[in-house]
């Protein structure tokens, strides 16, 4: 089993949004970097990276702090927030040079985008699905679909994607 520690990043800081909220915000960390050392002393081999910002805007952001926190730990990093087009998807697999892309409300919303992701990144995709009692959430749990969590990751395995996690709130999922 790999567990993927995970840092939310907004405005420099690590934080916690309480159930995708930008107006209940938890600091835990001010040097991300720091953070991600600690994840890596403790045995971590990857880090979970979110942009909060870009998640926001579409706009990726916080680069630096991404490049800084590859030297500085030597961690693989997965990273999601705001990928919604190849350009930025392509800019943080070759530019940034993260190991994977998370497509999360994306996935769910325009499946064409989730599609061609996997046809030509399959490896370097990973499916994240918000899930809250059996369904999949969007837009960090802000918003609700009737698509079945389950279903949902059996067609993205379908569509090519190898790698698939789930955050879970309220219930069972899969």
Same mark, same amino acid.
């Given at each position: ?31 991300? $970097?720091?953070?991600?050392? !600690?994840?890596?002393? #403790?045995?971590? *081999?990857?880090?979970? &990276?979110?942009?909060?910002? +870009? ?54 919303? $325009?499946?064409?985008?989730? !599609?061609?992701?996997? #046809?030509?990144? *399959?490896?370097?995709? &990973?499916?994240?699905?918000? +899930? ?43």
């Amino acid at each position: 089993m790999v567990i993927y520690p995970a840092i939310d990043l907004l405005d420099g800081p690590c934080v916690r949004l309480r159930q995708g909220r930008y107006d209940d915000v938890t600091v835990y960390g001010e040097d991300p $970097a720091a953070v991600a050392l !600690r994840f890596k002393k #403790a045995g971590a *081999a990857w880090l979970h &990276v979110v942009g909060l910002e +870009a998640a926001r805007t579409g706009i990726p952001s916080q680069t630096g702090v991404i490049e800084k926190i590859r030297r500085e730990s030597g961690l693989l990093i997965q990273m999601g927030g705001g990928v919604r087009t190849f350009q930025t998807l392509a800019f943080l697999l070759n530019e940034i040079g993260v190991e994977r892309v998370v497509l999360g409300t994306i996935a769910l919303m $325009a499946p064409s985008f989730a !599609r061609q992701a996997l #046809a030509r990144y *399959a490896d370097r995709i &990973v499916i994240a699905i918000d +899930a809250r009692d059996g369904r999949v959430a969007a837009d960090g749990w802000t918003k609700e679909s009737d698509t079945d969590a389950l279903s949902f990751a059996l067609a993205m395995k379908k569509e090519g994607a190898q790698t698939v996690f789930t955050r879970i709130s309220g219930g069972t999922a899969c």
